[in-house]
Structure formats: structure tokens, C-alpha cells
């Protein structure tokens, strides 16, 4: 007797994909972003516009690809070839180069230098955080290159170094600077013994001649080990002063250090960070001897204003993946933003994401006029460690909150936002930590008068477009100066008030419940949980068309 008889060809699906949402690339970041377009054009920069929407678009859809595949492959350390040479290279997945590429070209690292026009400084601001969106590692090395400029440029000795590092030209070759028409730049600040506190640097510059000394010591980070050229401190005989070290000598040569081991890090893994040490190498002084750290002031404003732009770019796109998923998904026979506590939740990050943004475009702004007006000049020397200690800090929460929103499926590698998530405590560590930005912002509201005249005229220009509003600055202006205790509190504070003051300057709709909430006290804990009476439809729709 035979046994059962199956038929061959019948079907054996086991279930129907239902009721998932379609990818989220093909967006554009551009246009998706009401807050950032009216930003841009309340800053100054509208005229870039027509750029930033090009880039919106190649952010939000072939760079955001091609982002999974940088982070995937991780950077290789060679510190020797097959003959045994000392090499110290590190290699890319070819989508870092093609990131570092377009982001170059269009202006990323380098636009506010090659093309000074007013606003410009808003508008690479905007490229900076769109690009970011896309893929975070690469805005290392391109927040350093830009940064450095700002020190490079006032260095006759070094100018073909600035005029390279703001070109709109990526080339990813180990050759002499003099043989490329773009480079990039890196940094190398922190050594072992002490991290924010530089001075503690025990890394030698001995002089060679008049501007060229020689580096023996090492850096604990060295960040971006594969560019053409580093700023680092060291002590020199009169004192610690900032030097740039080539990585390749003008005879080809490569210059006299040795990368001893990558870091293996909680994210930014596109991007290669690392440990070195100098042997003699080569650098020029940049700057008075002994005067490092004023040396490199004018960079540490521009790295913290990017790290503001990195943290409300993170930020961004952890909102739009939670819409993106909320308004396809659904739960209990509806969308599942059409759930009302969902609705809260998302409202609430939406509340955060503009307020955020609408900050840091704000900063950008000051820093653009800080050349040529002493007031944009004191609010940028206070916003940008004002806006870097508040916003990043709300970072990690706030794309852990939109994950929840996505369920299991926000923590799968197949989602951005366990990268996001991994990415978002890093910009409140780097460029010094939360307590190294509240601490200077105490220190410059106590030295600095006019930089306390600033903050007060920034809050005060809107005092009459809400009894709400006014009533919290009051009770601001009452409070007795803080000790270092509660440094913290008090930057909070400050920065709510601040976003609060620019949500009304700009006539957002979000205005209301971000005074309600954030300055009223009509807010729990946690995200999710708005006051009752609110446009919720509204704000959703705002954040993300």
C-alpha cells in the first residue's frame, strides 16, 4: 500500500506580507522639512535655496542607501604591505568615498569659505545637516575640515592649506597636498592623561626652524587618520601652541608617525578614529607659540555649532522614520498614529525636532554675522556651547522614544534607528562634554557683559507675544545667579527659553505647546506627554508633509 500523495506543484507560501510600511528612502529631506525651509529664509540664506533642495533630494534618497553599506564595512587598519613596509593606511568601503564626495562638491565642508556671501554660513549649515541625516560618520572628517579653516585662513604660511580645505573637491589619495586640488583635514587634541583638559598635554614640539618643529609624543584620538593634514596641540618651549602636521612631507614622504590601533566604537562607524604616535614628525606652528588654545577658539565655535546641526539632524530623521512607519502601520483596525497616545508621543517629538532645528539655524546665523556685528558675534560665543550642551543632550532620548514607536522592528540593523541610536550620544562627549559647555557658558555670562546684553535681547524681543512667555523670563530674571552646582539646570532652563523666544520670533504653530509644555509645566517626564487641547493633526502634518 502506497502512502500519501502530495502534488509537486502546489503553493507552499506560508503568509502574505500584509501591513508593512514601504521603504523610506526616495524622500526629500528638503522639501519634507517645513521648519528648515522657513528657517533658511528667516536666516538669511534664501537664496541657497534652490542648492539645498538638490541636496535634499541625493541625501534622502542615494546617499541614505549607500550610508547602510559605509557603516557595514567598517575602516581596516594596515600599518604594513605584503613586504613588510610601514604604510599606516586605512581603508574605506567605496560608499565612505562616494558620501565624502558628493558631500564635498556641494559644499559641506566648505561652502561659508569659497563662496562668502551673507548667509552662507546659515546655508552650510543646512547642507551639514542634511547630509547628516544621511550618513553621521562623514561629518567628522567634513566638520574638522571646515573648522580648521577658520584657523588655517589667518596663517599667510598655510594658505594653499585653507584654499584646499574649502574647495568643493574630494580626492581620497595619499599624495602630497601640493599634488591635489581638495583636501581634507583631521585633529588631534586629546592624549592619555587628560581628555577636556588640553593643557595637560605632555606631546613635545621641537623647534626646526622659525615655523617648523618636530612632534614626539601621541594623541589618543586622532580623529580621521586618512586626511592630508591635523591640527594638534603640543608644548612647545613656550608653552602648548597648535601645529599642523602633513601627513605626507613635500617630497612624498610620509611623514614621521605611527597609527597604532583603531578605536572600536559605540557608532560612528563609517568613520575611522584612532591612536598614534609621533616620532619626529613634521608640523608647522599655526599661530603665537604658547597660545594654543586661543589658536583654535574660532574652531571649537564651529565644531559645537555642528555638533548642535549633528544632534538636531539625528533627530530629524528619527522623527520622520517614526511618522514614516506611523502613518502606514496599522493597529487595532487604524493607522497607528491616529491612536491618540501615539499621537502624543509623535507630537511631542515633532515639538522637540523644531524646536531643536530652529535653534541651531538660529546659532548659524550668528556665527555667519559674528565678523561684522559684536552682538551676533556674543550670542554665537554663548549659543553655540548653550544650544551643543541642551541639544545634544535631548538627542539620545528622544531616538530611543522613536524607535518604541516602530516596535521590535526599530531595533533591527534593517532600520537606521539602531544606528541613530548608537550615533546620538556622541555629540554631547565630543568637542567637550555637558559639563565643559555649561561651565563656559556660566564663565562668559559672568566675563563677558556683552554677551549677557545679547542673550537678554534675544529673550526680550518677544516678551509682548505671550503673557505665558514673559511670565517664565520674569521668573528667569528673578533668579539668584547659579553656582556651579547648578550649572545645569540652569543652561536648561536658558535653552528652553531661548527655543521658546525663537518659536515666537518665527510665528510657529509650535509655539504654543512648547511654552505650555516646556516652560509651563504641563509635561511629564518622557516624551508623550503633551497637554490635552493641542492641534495634534496639526503639528504631525507640519512635521512631515
Given at each position: 500500500m502506497s502512502g500519501p500523495s502530495f502534488n509537486s506543484s502546489a503553493p507552499y507560501e506560508t503568509h502574505v506580507v500584509l501591513?508593512?510600511?514601504?521603504?523610506?528612502?526616495?524622500?526629500?529631506?528638503?522639501?519634507?522639512?517645513?521648519?528648515?525651509?522657513?528657517?533658511?529664509?528667516?536666516?538669511?540664506?534664501?537664496?541657497?535655496?534652490?542648492?539645498?533642495?538638490?541636496?535634499?533630494?541625493?541625501?534622502?534618497?542615494?546617499?541614505?542607501?549607500?550610508?547602510?553599506?559605509?557603516?557595514?564595512?567598517?575602516?581596516?587598519?594596515?600599518?604594513?604591505?605584503?613586504?613588510?613596509?610601514?604604510?599606516?593606511?586605512?581603508?574605506f568601503h567605496p560608499a565612505y568615498h562616494q558620501l565624502m564626495q558628493a558631500a564635498k562638491e556641494h559644499g559641506v565642508a566648505g561652502l561659508s569659505w569659497h563662496e562668502p556671501q551673507p548667509g552662507a554660513h546659515v546655508a552650510r549649515a543646512a547642507l551639514s545637516y542634511l547630509h547628516?541625516?544621511?550618513?553621521?560618520?562623514?561629518?567628522?572628517?567634513?566638520?574638522?575640515?571646515?573648522?580648521?579653516?577658520?584657523?588655517?585662513?589667518?596663517?599667510?604660511?598655510?594658505?594653499?592649506?585653507?584654499?584646499?580645505?574649502?574647495?568643493?573637491?574630494?580626492?581620497?589619495?595619499?599624495?602630497?597636498?601640493?599634488?591635489?586640488?581638495?583636501?581634507?583635514?583631521?585633529?588631534?587634541?586629546?592624549?592619555?592623561?587628560?581628555?577636556?583638559?588640553?593643557?595637560?598635554?605632555?606631546?613635545?614640539?621641537?623647534?626646526?626652524?622659525?615655523?617648523?618643529?618636530?612632534?614626539?609624543?601621541?594623541?589618543?584620538?586622532?580623529?580621521?587618520?586618512?586626511?592630508?593634514?591635523?591640527?594638534?596641540?603640543?608644548?612647545?618651549?613656550?608653552?602648548l601652541t597648535c601645529l599642523l602636521m602633513p601627513r605626507r612631507l613635500a617630497d612624498g614622504d610620509r611623514n614621521a608617525f605611527r597609527l597604532i590601533r583603531l578605536k572600536d566604537k559605540l557608532g560612528d562607524w563609517a568613520n575611522a578614529s584612532s591612536e598614534v604616535e609621533f616620532c619626529g614628525a613634521q608640523a608647522w606652528r599655526v599661530g603665537e607659540e604658547g597660545r594654543g588654545v586661543a589658536t583654535i577658539i574660532g574652531m571649537v565655535m564651529m565644531t559645537r555649532l555642528d555638533c548642535m546641526l549633528g544632534a538636531a539632524a539625528e533627530m530629524r530623521m528619527a522623527l520622520a522614520q517614526a511618522l514614516h512607519h506611523a502613518r502606514h502601520r496599522r493597529t487595532f483596525g487604524q493607522p497607528l498614529m491616529d491612536h491618540p497616545l501615539m499621537g502624543n508621543v509623535l507630537a511631542d517629538l515633532a515639538l522637540e525636532s523644531e524646536a531643536a532645528t530652529v535653534l541651531a539655524m538660529r546659532i548659524a546665523r550668528a556665527v555667519d554675522h559674528a565678523g561684522s556685528d559684536p552682538v551676533e558675534a556674543a550670542l554665537a560665543r554663548l549659543g553655540t556651547a548653550l544650544g551643543k550642551y541642551w541639544i545634544c543632550k535631548r538627542a539620545p532620548a528622544f531616538v530611543n522614544e522613536a524607535q518604541e514607536c516602530l516596535g521590535g522592528a526599530g531595533y533591527v540593523e534593517e532600520s537606521m534607528l539602531p544606528r541613530l541610536y548608537r550615533q546620538a550620544p556622541l555629540n554631547s562627549i565630543w568637542e567637550g562634554s555637558g559639563n565643559i559647555q555649561c561651565l563656559d557658558?556660566?564663565?562668559?555670562?559672568?566675563?563677558?557683559?556683552?554677551?549677557?546684553?545679547?542673550?537678554?535681547?534675544?529673550?526680550?524681543?518677544?516678551?509682548?507675544?505671550?503673557?505665558?512667555?514673559?511670565?517664565?523670563?520674569?521668573?528667569?530674571?528673578?533668579?539668584?545667579?547659579?553656582?556651579?552646582?547648578?550649572?545645569?539646570?540652569?543652561?536648561?532652563?536658558?535653552?528652553?527659553?531661548?527655543?521658546?523666544?525663537?518659536?515666537?520670533?518665527?510665528?510657529?504653530?509650535?509655539?504654543?505647546?512648547?511654552?505650555?509644555?516646556?516652560?509651563?509645566?504641563?509635561?511629564?517626564?518622557?516624551?508623550?506627554?503633551?497637554?490635552?487641547?493641542?492641534?495634534?493633526?496639526?503639528?504631525?502634518a507640519r512635521a512631515l508633509p
Open positions: 501591513n508593512q510600511p514601504p521603504p523610506f528612502a526616495g524622500r526629500q529631506l528638503w522639501t519634507d522639512d517645513i521648519a528648515l525651509m522657513e528657517a533658511i529664509q528667516r536666516e538669511g540664506a534664501a537664496a541657497f535655496a534652490p542648492r539645498l533642495a538638490v541636496y535634499g533630494g541625493l541625501a534622502g534618497d542615494e546617499l541614505y542607501r549607500i550610508g547602510f553599506d559605509a557603516n557595514r564595512d567598517r575602516p581596516r587598519l594596515r600599518t604594513h604591505d605584503a613586504q613588510g613596509h610601514r604604510i599606516d593606511t586605512v581603508e547628516h541625516q544621511a550618513e553621521a560618520g562623514t561629518s567628522c572628517p567634513l566638520t574638522m575640515t571646515h573648522a580648521a579653516v577658520a584657523v588655517l585662513r589667518g596663517q599667510p604660511h598655510l594658505g594653499e592649506w585653507s584654499r584646499k580645505a574649502a574647495a568643493p573637491v574630494y580626492d581620497p589619495r595619499d599624495v602630497p597636498v601640493a599634488d591635489k586640488a581638495g583636501i581634507t583635514l583631521g585633529m588631534g587634541m586629546t592624549e592619555k592623561q587628560g581628555g577636556s583638559d588640553v593643557r595637560a598635554n605632555t606631546t613635545r614640539a621641537e623647534p626646526i626652524d622659525g615655523e617648523r618643529y618636530r612632534l614626539i609624543g601621541h594623541k589618543w584620538f586622532f580623529s580621521a587618520p586618512m586626511c592630508d593634514g591635523f591640527l594638534v596641540l603640543a608644548q612647545a618651549p613656550a608653552g557658558v556660566l564663565r562668559a555670562l559672568a566675563r563677558e557683559p556683552e554677551v549677557l546684553a545679547a542673550l537678554h535681547g534675544e529673550l526680550e524681543a518677544v516678551a509682548d507675544r505671550d503673557a505665558r512667555y514673559a511670565a517664565a523670563l520674569q521668573r528667569w530674571h528673578d533668579a539668584a545667579a547659579p553656582e556651579e552646582a547648578q550649572a545645569r539646570v540652569f543652561c536648561e532652563r536658558t535653552a528652553l527659553l531661548l527655543q521658546a523666544a525663537l518659536l515666537l520670533r518665527a510665528r510657529s504653530p509650535m509655539a504654543e505647546a512648547f511654552i505650555r509644555s516646556r516652560l509651563q509645566g504641563e509635561h511629564g517626564l518622557a516624551f508623550g506627554t503633551l497637554p490635552a487641547g493641542l492641534d495634534v493633526a496639526g503639528m504631525l
